[in-house]
Structures are given as C-alpha cells and as structure tokens.
C-alpha cells in the first residue's frame, strides 16, 4: 500500500474511532454530527488542495511549487522534484543549443537551413552577408524568393548536389565569388553551406595571368633566337654577318636568363622563412654598394649623390635588402635620361630608418603608380626591355619589404622624376650616436 492509501485509511479509521468513542460517550447525534463535520472539513481540504494543485500544473514554475502539511505535503514534494529534473534538463538541452549556435557562428562557413517546402529556417550571421539576408525578417520566407538568381534557382531544385555551385557577384559590393553546397539531410530539408572563396578564385585567376605572362616574355627572345639560329643554319652569310647575329642572339638568352633569375629569387622570397629580424645590416656597406653599382651602371651619363647617416642602423636579411634596394637604384639609372641627378639616401626620421632614391628621369602617371610592383607591369615597355628589365624587379622589392614590414612609398611626377622611399618598421630601425663602431 502506498503512503497516500496508508494515510488515507488512518485518517479515516481515526474520525470513524472518535466519532465511535462520541457515539458511546454522548449519544448517537454526537458522534454522527461529529463525522458528518470532520469529513466535510476534510473533503474541503481536499477540494482547496486539488485546486492549488490544480493551478501549478497549469503553469509549473521552479520555486513556486507550494507546500503543505502531511500527505498533500507529501505530493507538493514529489511536485517540486520533478520540475527540478524536468528544469535541469531543459537548462542543459538550452546550453548544449546555445553552445552549437554559438560554434555555427563561429564558422567562416555561411550555414542555412530550409525545412521541406524550402522556407528559411535559421540561418547564421555568415550566411546573411554572403546572401544578403535579415535572419530575423526573412525566416519562414521561401528561399527562392529572397535569391532569385536564376543559377541558384536551377541548382536547388534540379536536386544535383554533387558539385557546389559558384555564384559571382555576391555581397555588399557585388564584387564577392560565394560556393555554395546544398546538403540534403532529414525528412526533405537542406542545409546550405557557403563560403567566400573570393581570395582562392583571385590567386587561381593570378596564377593563370602569371603562367601566360612568363610564357610571353619568354616567346618573345626565344623566336628571335630561333630565327638567328634558322638564317645561320639555312642561308650562307658572311663571317661579319654571323658575329653581329651571335651578339644578338647573346642579348636574348640573356634576356630569357634574366627573367628567369627573377622569377627564381620570387620563387625562393616567397617558400624562404621569415628574414632574421636581430641580425644586424652592414649599412655603411650596403650603401657603398648601391652607389658603385649605380655609377658602373650609368657609366657617367648621371649625376650620382649619395647622402648616409653614420647613425642608421637596420635590421633583416642584407643579401635580400641589397637586392630590393639595388632594383630601385637601377631603375633610377634606368629610367633617368642622359645628364638627369640621381640621389640615394639613408636616413633616420622618427624611429624609422628611411631609404630613399630621387631621379629626375621620366616619372610615373599616378594611375601606374598602385600597379607598379604587380609582376610583369610595365609603364613604359620599350624603355625596360631596351635597358635590360624584366618587369619583376618591383615585384621582388615589394617581396622583400613585406618579409621586413617595411612600406614602400612613391612620389612621381611625369617628366620631372620620382621618389622611391623605403621606410623601415621602428623595430628594425635604429640609430647609434657613437658612429666610431660603425662602418659608414
Ligand atoms: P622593369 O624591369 O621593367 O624595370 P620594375 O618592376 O623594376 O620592372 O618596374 C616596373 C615599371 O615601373 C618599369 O617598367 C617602369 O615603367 C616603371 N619604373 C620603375 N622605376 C621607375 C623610375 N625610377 N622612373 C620611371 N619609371 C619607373
């Protein structure tokens, strides 16, 4: 027998012997009177009970559970048990939801899901920029009418989802490429993952230009050559002929060779580790080089300064720096006519070691400007190949200062010449007021 029937039957059993005890003591009317009362205020208490029962399993609430005494307090007790569990567990189901909410937030993935009739269920932040969504307004909202491009309309409802599908001209500024793979799962619905694959297209578009340009520049020499060697083989020429068709066809594999060494140094900046960043560069050196390379270069046809700041002090890989640096010395000598002033200076402005060339050659339209350290870009093509140039030497500039953090800044005037500076990252940057240690 269970507690509510072992308390129920003593109750009673104690009215019935009282009223029995009345009945023997004070006459019948007594111990009826007395039954007929106590089990009226009894089956009321009940009543009240059921009622307040009633009432907290219409909208049971932690702590608000009532008490009692004996056996309704009995019931209240278990009441209170069971919402406590009951409680428990929805706490954790809402942390382990809140938790997996919070991880598809997280992702660089746009997730999306659609119930059978392919009405936006929820989707997370990610997948409303890159569909340029409101989760909020647009749930419950049929898919294809809020994206009506008609490549993801036909995707979504052919049912092939084996390849994901790329959608062009996406987001904010209409200038994104989005993935998008539909995954069917459930009963009917479809969870839509999109990524930004903007970054990957671009890099593989990159790839494609750099593989055509390398092959231009290359075609070129090598179709000269080739018809040097084809007249040498096939026609017969005089002695002086085949010397002057030998010096040219010199110039082109030279030429090949150059390009070649560019795109090699490129190759090795990009897959070499990071430049030691305490190794400490010969400045003093480094800019002796620079100046006798840009005097052998221009042969007397310049005028050639040179400005150092015994103090100047930098750091970073010196074979890298005394390429980068010397490809604007050569430009300058390059692109700087007859007679023109070339000035190559180091100094140290506000923590930072700064380099800087000057010409007063051809200048630079500031809408080349930006693209100049692109590989292969040229402002002028005649006058690079016609002086040696390979169209990488910005590239490889750029290269080496970003391995340096270092910025490259350009100020240029067409026909009246340019300025390619070079600042140094205050932590590669130093100055030494005792020049004595340093060799300048
Ligand atoms: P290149 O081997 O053709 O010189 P770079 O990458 O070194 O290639 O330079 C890219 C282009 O920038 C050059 O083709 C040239 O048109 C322009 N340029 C670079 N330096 C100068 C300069 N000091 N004055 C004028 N034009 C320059």
Redesign the pocket.
Same mark, same amino acid.
């Given at each position: 027998m269970n507690v509510i029937w072992a308390r129920s039957v003593a109750i009673l059993v104690s009215l019935i012997a009282i009223a029995a005890g009345l009945y023997a003591a004070a006459g019948a009317i007594t111990g009826l009177l007395f039954l007929s009362v106590s089990l009226l205020l009894l089956l009321s208490y009940y009543l009240f009970q059921i009622n307040r029962l009633w009432r907290v399993l219409d909208a049971p609430a932690y702590g608000e559970i009532p008490s009692a005494l004996g056996l309704w307090g009995e019931v209240y007790y278990r009441l209170h048990r069971l919402v406590k569990r009951w409680r428990t567990q929805v706490l954790s189901v809402e942390q382990q939801h809140t938790r997996f909410i919070q991880a598809i937030q997280a992702s660089p993935y746009g997730v999306l899901m659609l119930d059978d009739a392919d009405q936006i269920e929820w989707c997370n932040d990610v997948a409303e920029q890159h569909f340029g969504l409101n989760a909020k307004r647009d749930v419950r909202q049929r898919i294809t009418h809020l994206i009506r491009r008609p490549e993801f309309v036909h995707y979504l409802t052919r049912e092939r989802y084996d390849e994901p599908l790329v959608m062009r001209d996406m987001g904010e500024h209409k200038r994104n490429i989005t993935s998008v793979q539909i995954l069917p799962y459930g009963e009917n619905r479809k969870l839509v993952l999109t990524q930004d694959i903007t970054k990957v297209e671009n890099t593989e578009a990159m790839r494609r230009d750099f593989v055509a340009n390398v092959s231009h520049e290359l075609k070129t020499p090598l179709t000269v050559l080739t018809g040097f060697l084809e007249t040498v083989r096939d026609l017969p020429v005089s002695e002086e002929d085949r010397n002057r068709y030998i010096e040219l066809m010199l110039v082109q594999s030279m030429r090949m060779q150059h390009i070649v060494e560019?795109l090699l140094a490129l190759a090795k900046l990009e897959s070499d580790a990071q430049p030691p960043c305490h190794e400490r560069v010969n400045v003093g050196a480094l800019m002796a080089h620079l100046v006798h390379d840009a005097e052998a270069l221009s042969q007397d046809r310049h005028e050639i300064r040179s400005e150092i700041d015994p103090g100047v002090t930098v750091r970073g890989a010196e074979g890298e720096l005394l390429s980068a640096l010397g %490809?604007?010395v050569? %430009?300058?000598v390059?692109?700087?006519p007859e007679g023109g002033r070339i000035a190559i200076r180091m100094t140290y402005t506000d923590g930072h070691a700064v380099f800087s060339?000057s010409?007063t +050659?051809?200048?630079?339209a500031p809408e080349?400007i930006p693209r #100049?350290?692109?590989? =292969?870009?040229?402002?002028?093509?005649s006058?690079?190949?016609d002086?040696?140039?390979?169209? #990488? +030497?910005?590239?490889?500039?750029k290269h080496v200062l970003s391995r340096h953090h270092a910025d490259l800044r350009?100020t240029?005037e067409v026909g009246r010449?340019?300025t =390619?500076r070079i600042v140094f990252p205050v932590d590669r940057s130093g100055y030494e007021a005792d020049t004595s240690r340093h060799a300048a």
């Open positions: 560019d %490809n604007l050569s %430009n300058a390059r692109y700087t060339v010409d +050659g051809l200048g630079i080349h #100049l350290t692109e590989r =292969f870009y040229r402002v002028d093509r006058r690079s190949r002086t040696g140039g390979t169209g #990488l +030497g910005l590239a490889i500039v350009v240029s010449g340019s =390619f």
